[in-house]
């Protein structure tokens, strides 16, 4: 009850913070924009046929769910840093340590309001994209349900990021650094695809790496496989394994264990940064 009550406050307070106000113009800024530029796709090409609509939507959707996922991991890295740290530095910590609740029970709650606010972002955002896209050119994704699930995986990987960070450093900073980790993951994931098209093993080594050490990027090219249509690598030829929005196979069991492993794990580290924390 102590876990459901912290999740449920943090819900509350993540609903009143000025970040929601920004996540929802940021969001319905894309929405319009993305609306504006499907409904052009058949116009500025001249007539597509139903394959070559697929095509054009299957790709621009994954580029645009990209940005989506680009407001969902800013939102929650910069709501994890003063959902623990700030309440550490303003005291409001210590006042409720004061009550018979464990360090660790504070923790978690707070992790599953942060991740049942992304998931819902990711949720709302996502289906209402999908219904964007099918209106304007006829395309609905292959496995919507797949790649919002991975999406929200993504969200929670990084915020779990963010409230470890959080236990050492300053609100500001905890974010920061999450979101700098993950736009460096996303780069040396492009690197990966381009070492592996060129037939470079070094650099196709740096994907693998980098997606080992911090599973956001492969949680993404997972949920791009689910959002792009199956016969849309045959049709655009050779030359795709080094698009940053198009990915080749979908994810293996045992990344996705692992992704759910790496989540647990820094979550304990967390737990025990914060347990440890001279509050």
Known sequence: MTVLTIATLTLREASRRRVLRSLAVLTVLL?????????????????????????????????????????????????????????????????????????????????????????????????????IVYLTVGYWPPHPVTGLLLLAGQTAALLTLGLLFATAISPMASGIVAVGLFGATWIAGVVGSVGEALGNPSLAQVGVVSRMLLPTDGLWRGAMNAFQDPALLAQIGTGVEESPFLSMAPLTPAYLTWAAIWTLLVLGLAALGFQRRDL
């Open 31 to 131: 929405l319009a924009l993305s609306a504006w530029g499907f409904s052009r796709i058949d116009a500025e090409f001249g007539g597509l046929t139903s394959g070559e609509a697929k095509v054009a939507g299957s790709t621009v959707l994954n580029l645009v769910m990209f940005g989506y996922s680009l407001i969902a991991a800013l939102g929650t890295a910069f709501l994890a840093g003063p959902s623990l740290a700030g309440e550490v530095e303003s005291g409001i910590a210590l006042a409720m340590m004061t009550r018979p609740i464990r360090r660790w029970s504070v923790l978690l709650g707070k992790w599953l309001g942060l991740v049942a606010f992304g998931s819902g972002f990711v949720a709302v955002a996502g289906v209402s994209q999908f219904l």
